[in-house]
Nanobody, 119 residues
Framework: QLQASGGGLVQAGGSLRLSCAAS????????MGWYRQAPEKQRELVAR???????NYPDSKKGRFTISIDPSKNTVYLQLDSLKPEDTAVYYC???????????????WGQGTKVTVSS
């Protein structure tokens, strides 16, 4: 399971750091990342990182958001800087894991942490 934290209310221009820790039966961890979903909008990818540190950001998310990972803790972080009201959303973390050497890779999702940016 994944436990996300770090969301909250912040003024425009401010920063937040989200964390997400994976626990349970994890034999291998391949990658972790974040999606977000704003009210009445589709869920969109924010950032993704492999356990070797390879990152992937959609073009619209480059520059203000920074993802990092601590594989020893099965934890992913998302630094949100220069926040804008349009960044208001529930941020969901995910992990690509498998529970055994021959088990298939699967996606695990966290419960979401809400980020509200006031103008």
């Amino acid at each position: 399971q994944l436990q996300a934290s770090g969301g909250g209310l912040v003024q425009a221009g401010g920063s937040l750091r989200l964390s997400c820790a994976a626990s349970g039966t994890i034999f291998n961890l391949n990658a972790m990342g974040w999606y977000r979903q704003a009210p009445e909008k589709q869920r969109e990818l924010v950032a993704r990182i492999t356990t070797t540190g390879i990152t992937n950001y959609p073009d619209s998310k480059k520059g203000r958001f920074t993802i990092s990972i601590d594989p020893s803790k099965n934890t992913v972080y998302l630094q949100l800087d220069s926040l804008k009201p349009e960044d208001t959303a529930v941020y969901y973390c995910f992990a690509i894991v498998r529970s055994a050497p021959t088990a298939p890779w699967g996606n695990v999702w966290g419960q979401g942490t809400k980020v509200t940016v006031s103008s």
